[in-house]
């Protein structure tokens, strides 16, 4: 067959038929492979469409055009980077910092900084502490000390338990050229504040980021309740209810209160920082007293009662927010849960928004669905409090149901965030939470079998014992 010399942009209105069927593809990246072989197309066409099927989520098949690429073109930074790119997207960490590292090599150092601090990256998803913190810094000391850059660093630092070095360094968060949506204090109203003596001031907290996060640091708000004469909090949709309880807090809000007048305000996760918590035990003072609704508690609880018959009543969470950075890792599909859903216990969904993927599992008869009537985490509260243990991904109701002293169950992914240790079954955030940790990135067998095993005999024990 002829090859025909084609320009990127020409390739990339030719594809975009190609880029919507992809989707429905079994193996996408086997169809572009032979697609490619038909053409021989120039490095910025081959880059254009690498980064098309990005945007399209094909990952596999971008790594596909990204290899091919490198291969045509070996000298080109830009197509091993966009290809260490992609391998970290499919979570192949280790072959992802090899591309990035090569990237960098085929240019001067200043210019391989993205391509250097990338590799950083990778190496901290990987577990490769050390290795990453050096690479990180050497990024910054090479005059490009951006907030990104110190971002990463802060998030390996932070990986590591090296919270006193991370905590100045995790300020980088809202100085992002990405600037989070949750990012959205200045200082024309109100002064932020930075450690200045708090006696007779009044303080508005910003929660930040998650749900799940909110919910973990308003264990530090008594911190500050000690300290100011009045504290108030700004928190997401969700949340108002359940921290309106909170013992020390003056008001909590939906919407910034322009109306009102603070001497400070703060974002949530900056606390660590300008209180000095630097250990475990400083930052981990023990769960926030969340209340529970009595009414709400009490509908749940008839209604559970009558469908549990005795059996052990587990609450399941098994997956997250689809825009959430990792959750194409720590989220799971219903179907997998199989060795779980086996047992005869009163299973129990908090899952909020039922995943199309799992609308037609064969398990879903077997929970007992509450999760269209949580409208917020206060319903959440009242669901969790008349269950007798927490199965979940990394979520927020984990958080919630750890800081009701819940037990907790947690599958982690090999790739944790940087809250989580890398081994172990205990956390110091929480006391009774446990955690099952992947052996290897995207397989839960083994997370799964330990999990079952401590299960079966849990639904065993008379409910005395328990």
Request: charged fraction near 20%; aromatic fraction near 8%; proline fraction near 8%.
């Amino acid at each position: 067959m002829q090859q025909t010399e084609l320009t990127a942009q020409s390739v990339l209105d030719a594809i975009q038929p190609l880029l919507e069927r992809l989707a429905s593809l079994e193996a996408p990246e086997s169809f572009v492979c032979a697609w490619l072989k038909t053409l021989a197309l120039p490095a910025e066409a081959l880059l254009a469409l690498g980064a098309a099927l990005i945007s399209k989520g094909a990952n596999e098949a971008a790594c596909a055009v990204f290899a091919e690429t490198v291969r045509r073109h070996a000298d080109n930074p830009v197509a091993r980077h966009n290809h260490g790119v992609a391998l970290q997207l499919l979570g192949r960490f280790d072959a992802a910092a090899t591309a990035f590292r090569q990237a960098a090599a085929l240019q001067s150092p200043e210019q391989g900084i993205a391509s250097l601090s990338a590799e950083g990256v990778v190496l901290r998803q990987a577990g490769q502490l050390d290795a990453a913190e050096q690479l990180l810094r050497q990024a910054c000391a090479l005059g490009q000390d951006t907030p990104d850059i110190r971002w990463n660093l802060a998030l390996t630092l932070l990986n590591a338990g090296k919270f006193g070095a991370a905590w100045p360094l995790y300020e980088s968060r809202y100085e992002r050229p990405d600037k989070p949506s949750w990012a959205i204090m200045d200082e024309t109203q109100w002064p932020m504040w930075r450690g200045e003596p708090l006696a007779g001031k009044r303080l508005l907290v910003v929660g930040e980021q998650g749900l799940g996060d909110q919910i973990q640091f308003s264990s530090l708000l008594p911190l500050l309740a000690a300290q100011a004469s009045e504290v108030e909090m700004l928190v997401s949709p969700g949340l108002p209810q359940l921290f309106a309880g909170l013992p020390g807090l003056k008001a909590v809000h939906a919407a910034r209160p322009r109306h009102l007048d603070f001497d400070y305000w703060v974002y949530l996760l900056s606390l660590p920082l300008h209180l000095g918590l630097d250990t475990p035990a400083k930052l981990a003072p023990g769960p926030a007293p969340f209340t529970v609704d009595a009414v709400l508690a009490a509908k749940f609880a008839a209604r559970l009662a009558a469908v549990a018959g005795g059996r052990l009543k587990v609450g399941l969470v098994w997956a997250g927010n689809p825009v959430h950075a990792n959750d194409r890792f720590r989220s799971m599909q219903l179907d997998q849960l199989a060795p779980l859903l086996a047992l005869d216990v009163c299973w129990v969904s908090l899952q909020r928004d039922l995943p199309a993927r799992d609308q037609d599992s064969p398990w879903l008869p077997r929970l007992e669905n509450l999760g269209p009537e949580l409208s917020s985490m206060a319903d959440t509260a009242a669901a969790l409090s008349q269950l007798d243990l927490l199965i979940s991904i990394d979520s927020a109701p984990a958080h919630l149901a750890a800081s009701l002293n819940l037990p907790t169950w947690m599958f982690l992914p090999q790739n944790v965030d940087w809250r989580w240790p890398r081994d172990g079954e205990t956390t110091f955030w929480y006391p009774t939470m446990r955690l099952f940790h992947q052996t290897r990135l995207g397989d839960w067998a083994a997370p799964l079998a330990g999990m079952r095993k401590q299960l079966a005999r849990l639904s065993t024990t008379p409910p005395t014992s328990r």
